[in-house]
């Protein structure tokens, strides 16, 4: 394999997500120059961790939504539509094991149940009152 072909390859790796830039660039040194030219092991990057753990990486949509859904609830009026898309993610998330997201679900449909019994609770209120 020519120098041009592994580098080709390297460049396929980093954009399908399984090198990171900084793996790449050292990958390539060490085509390019050697490995005498890498001054250090190349380890895997833990940033997409550290990102996970603030950013909705890799979450499944339906769960990134319910997520939101559930927090919108508190306005009482997205309360119902957050249970109804935190169960459907919920099943998503259960079809697609290899998905994150269950909290972001679960959050929502919590929200929801809670924000939606609330607005049923004022439409009685206001009906009665």
Do not use: C
Not at 31 to 56: C, K, N, Y
């Amino acid at each position: 394999m020519s120098k041009a072909d592994e580098i080709a390859r390297l460049a396929a790796l980093r954009s399908s997500g399984a090198l990171t830039d900084g793996e790449f660039d050292a990958a390539k040194q060490q085509v390019l120059h050697g490995p005498a030219a890498v001054t250090r092991p190349i380890a895997p990057d833990q940033s997409r961790e550290v990102m996970a753990v603030f950013l909705p990486v890799d979450v499944a949509p339906l769960a990134l939504v319910a997520g939101y859904l559930g927090l919108f609830s508190l306005i009482l009026a997205p309360a119902p539509i957050s249970v109804l898309v935190s169960w459907l993610a919920l099943r998503d998330l259960e079809r697609n094991p290899g998905r994150s997201g269950k909290a972001r679900a679960y959050f929502g449909l919590g929200m929801g149940l809670f924000f939606s019994a609330i607005l049923v609770a004022a439409i009685v209120a206001g009906a009665s009152g």
